[in-house]
């Protein structure tokens, strides 16, 4: 019995002098006790007027007296370990290993020697963009459900400072509780605590009530945020409509073969698209749910089971794209063998069950696991490529191979292996240097205070690095999944071409069934996917229907105000019946009548060409140029106030709508580069969106894919401008732009009603609209310009012939409206080069798989 007093006298001993020698031993592995003669301040501020997420941006200042034992360090680089250490002791603590994901830097701390010491400023910043406590300087933010609180958390070794000031900008959020009791206000809501000399550190401590739309924002975590967000996009609606509209196609009469070829690929790609959604979306929602409810390891298996899905789906649009290249099924046989290997047997290369890396794990294993995710990923990759050459070959992209002779009609050009082998691995080494590059850069930024001598460092940036690797299937499809919008407008495109070369199609205009397509087309591959509030995607869905019914609104609109809908003057009949098929006389009269005007013009300026020339005989040849023939053959006039050159322009430059849209389209694309390189800057690479684009795996990808998207959006609403060319109102071509520029803004202007409802900026919807008025403005002066291309030769340049086409006085006019939208352009593009112009981007890119 006493044995057992004395045992636990002593253990209450050691426990008691355990403590305040471990604190001790913190103390002097950061010599905190030197430091009490310095002087901190620290600041908060919460910014939730720029971006979608609240921005937490903190500064922390503190003055580093001369004796203090590493105050040395901090004169030194960043790469100095006597800098990190220093710096270590002063943000964070003792220990020597510290990753904070969540904090940023937008540039290196301030350090400068001043009177008895050395003064250090660090000034850091994160994102309130999930649930639970983030970490930013000193401070503590726990975002929950309803409520913030923020706390005053500084390092240890500054417990023992004088504290000069403490400060907390809430912003719009409201202060509900603040412990202690705050000296005094600042500004509108900040409140500021300045301590007494000799008085302990303020134990700071504010709860916040943010508002629902920046509350919201943070809760994109959660399941009833998650799940719509997830479940919802364009794809399904997309889908419903190419087998609605391939239903009304069947129905209108019978096909030809041509036809039914590519209306059968229409509905099979809709099916296909669903499959897609259910293998990417429906696939994080399964996993995400599961891991809610039976914990975390469910999403390992998503990394895991992600070689199957994209195996799945490679094989499935390889099958769709049917290669005619027996060396094409070769390579994705061969493709397919390492990706399943590792996903049926990964024990046998040394992974773990769900195919991670353990941290013991042999170089084979990462070497295994490393081609598994580049072969599988080079599948998916080499599958698209497949299905997207057949969709480009049925829409006419793809030039077909010559014929021999002219007996024999040209076949179409077959996808080789000799092109897309080196492709599809150029685009994986690429992406993978990308991916590692920017995996590799976020671990800098997070530990950059870490001691590198220490080897569990060494241990922890592999095992973050291999994380990466083991989460690529996942991110990689989530990333590729965003661009299938293009084989649904390939799919289209196609139906579209089929249905114009149709023996039983009109040549003027197209029909009831070709403006169906037409109409899904515009959302699919013009129309912005908008309708994207507080971080969530649950009402992007609605934006599909708002541009369909945009876009159908301003045909309604249209129908029946173009000039070859107006009626001749005595038959009655719309001009269209009979001015097809005299192009050539309406061309020749056309440039007649501008002759004679040009005749006029000169009459009234006093400069008559000859003695003989009278102004009635040029009226009695104006009356007479207006004159035509009905389609019986009987006299007729043109309307009032629809001049030959009008009609002529209304035809547009070729015979039919459908080269009309394929001449309007490269037109556009080429017209629309300055305004691809000026959104893509605005978008990707200027401020905090450039921050993003480099620390996201897929961000330089992203940044060309986004080049693409824009040409692809000018090209299909420059198609859209030509083929309705015919339909459209307005006598010259920057009038007939005005409605599909419409079209095209009117979900612009919702989303930005969207926006202020929900206290978002307008990021840069004005430049959207802008650039897409100016692009189409443009094109339809070219098309006027080619209109008369047969007179180029007769005039010294292209600006001549565009002034007779257009006559001095509307000319000036089409220049003053041009230049009002470049001077609308230019001032854009001004506030977007403010440091002050756009929103900062607040999503962080995941580092890890917790954010696939």
Same mark, same amino acid.
């Given at each position: ?348 290369? $040394? #992974?773990?069950?769900? %195919?991670?890396?353990?941290?013991? @794990? &042999?170089?084979? !294993?990462?070497?295994? =696991? ?118 649904? $407008? #390939?799919?289209?495109? %196609?139906?579209?071409?089929?249905? @114009? &070369?149709?023996? !039983?199609?009109?040549? =003027? ?344």
């Amino acid at each position: 019995m006493l044995r057992t007093c004395v045992a636990v006298l002593i253990a209450v001993l050691l426990g008691a002098f355990a403590a305040p020698l471990q604190a001790h031993a913190s103390d002097d592995a950061c010599a905190s006790r030197s430091l009490a003669h310095g002087a901190a301040s620290a600041s908060v501020r919460l910014e939730d007027d720029k971006g979608t997420q609240t921005k937490i941006v903190s500064s922390l200042t503190v003055h580093v007296p001369t004796e203090w034992r590493y105050a040395t360090g901090l004169l030194l680089g960043e790469d100095s370990e006597q800098y990190r250490r220093a710096m270590r002791c002063l943000m964070r603590g003792p220990e020597s290993q510290f990753q904070w994901w969540d904090e940023w830097r937008s540039h290196r701390p301030e350090i400068r020697s001043e009177r008895n010491g050395t003064r250090v400023q660090v000034d850091t910043y994160a994102w309130a963009g999930h649930q639970g406590t983030t970490w930013v300087g000193p401070w503590d933010i726990d975002i929950g459900n309803d409520y913030w609180s923020i706390r005053l958390n500084p390092a240890p070794a500054l417990q023992h400072v004088r504290w000069s000031s403490v400060t907390v900008e809430p912003g719009s959020s409201s202060a509900v509780s603040a412990e202690p009791r705050p000296t005094r206000g600042e500004g509108e809501s900040g409140l500021v605590w300045e301590p007494r000399p000799g008085a302990n550190m303020p134990a700071v401590r504010v709860r916040l009530d943010p508002s629902w739309q920046r509350s919201w924002a943070a809760q994109g975590d959660r399941l009833r945020f998650s799940v719509p967000d997830e479940i919802s996009g364009w794809t399904w609606f997309v889908a419903a409509m190419l087998l609605y509209a391939a239903r009304r196609t069947r129905a209108a009469g019978p096909l030809s073969p041509e036809e039914t070829d590519r209306v059968t690929m229409a509905e099979l790609w809709a099916w296909i698209a669903v499959v897609v959604m259910l293998l990417t979306s429906g696939d994080n929602v399964f996993y995400t749910v599961m891991q809610r409810l039976f914990g975390d390891e469910w999403a390992n298996r998503q990394a895991h089971y992600a070689l199957v899905d994209n195996i799945v789906l490679g094989w499935i649009l390889l099958l769709v794209g049917r290669p005619r290249r027996r060396t094409l099924w070769l390579a994705g046989a061969a493709l397919t063998l390492p990706g399943l290997t590792v996903a049926l047997r990964p024990e046998a290369l $040394g #992974l773990t069950a769900d %195919a991670f890396v353990p941290r013991n @794990a &042999h170089d084979e !294993a990462v070497l295994g =696991l490393f081609t598994a995710t580049g072969c599988v990923f080079a599948l998916l990759l080499m599958g698209s490529a497949a299905l997207g050459w057949r969709l480009a070959g049925s829409a006419g992209l793809i030039r077909p191979v010559p014929p021999a002779t002219s007996q024999v009609p040209p076949r179409p050009r077959e996808l080789s292996l000799r092109w897309t082998a080196p492709s599809v691995l150029l685009t994986v080494a690429v992406i993978g240097l990308c991916v590692a590059n920017t995996s590799e850069r976020a671990w800098q930024r997070a530990s950059w205070l870490s001691e590198r001598a220490n080897v569990h460092y060494g241990i922890d940036h592999l095992q973050a690095l291999r994380n990466e690797l083991a989460w690529f299937a996942v991110n990689s499809r989530d990333w590729w999944s965003g661009y299938i919008w293009l084989f649904s $407008g #390939l799919a289209i495109l %196609a139906v579209i071409r089929a249905r @114009a &070369h149709s023996p !039983a199609a009109s040549p =003027l205009n197209p029909g009831p069934v070709e403006k169906l397509w037409m109409l899904i087309l515009f959302p699919v591959m013009v129309g912005l996917s908008l309708g994207v509030y507080v971080g969530n995607d649950a009402a992007n869905s609605l934006w599909f229907f708002v541009n369909l019914g945009s876009f159908g609104l301003v045909l309604t609109v249209c129908r029946g105000t173009a000039v070859l809908e107006r009626p001749l003057r005595r038959s009655g009949e719309p001009l269209s019946r009979t001015i097809s098929s005299q192009r050539q006389q309406l061309l020749d009269r056309a440039r007649r009548y501008r002759e004679i005007h040009a005749k006029l013009r000169r009459l009234d300026q006093g400069q008559s060409d000859d003695g003989a020339m009278d102004r009635r005989t040029c009226e009695r040849e104006l009356r007479s140029l207006h004159r035509w023939r009905n389609s019986t053959g009987a006299a007729d006039e043109l309307p009032l106030d629809v001049s030959v050159v009008d009609a002529a322009l209304a035809l547009g430059p070729h015979d039919t709508w459908w080269e009309n849209g394929r001449r309007a389209a490269r037109l556009a694309a080429f017209v629309g580069l300055p305004a691809s390189a000026l959104i893509v800057w605005a978008e990707q690479l200027r401020g905090d969106a450039l921050t993003s684009t480099l620390y996201y795996g897929f961000g330089l990808p992203d940044t060309l894919m986004d080049c693409l998207y824009w040409e692809v959006t000018w090209a299909v609403a420059g198609f859209l401008l030509g083929a309705l060319w015919r339909r459209l109102p307005g006598r010259r071509g920057p009038m007939r732009s005005l409605p599909v520029a419409a079209a095209f803004a009117l979900p612009v202007g919702l989303d930005a009603i969207g926006n202020l409802i929900s206290r978002e900026p307008q990021t840069h919807l004005a430049l959207y609209a802008v650039a897409m008025l100016t692009v189409l403005t443009v094109t339809g002066i070219v098309l006027d310009l080619e209109t008369f291309r047969g007179e180029r030769h007769y005039w010294q340049s292209r600006l001549g012939l565009l002034l007779s086409i257009y006559h001095m006085r509307y000319f000036s006019l089409q220049v003053a409206y041009l230049l009002a939208q470049l001077i609308a352009l230019f001032t854009l593009w001004q506030f977007f080069t403010d440091a002050g112009g756009p929103p900062e981007q607040g999503a962080n890119p995941p580092v890890s798989g917790s954010g696939a």
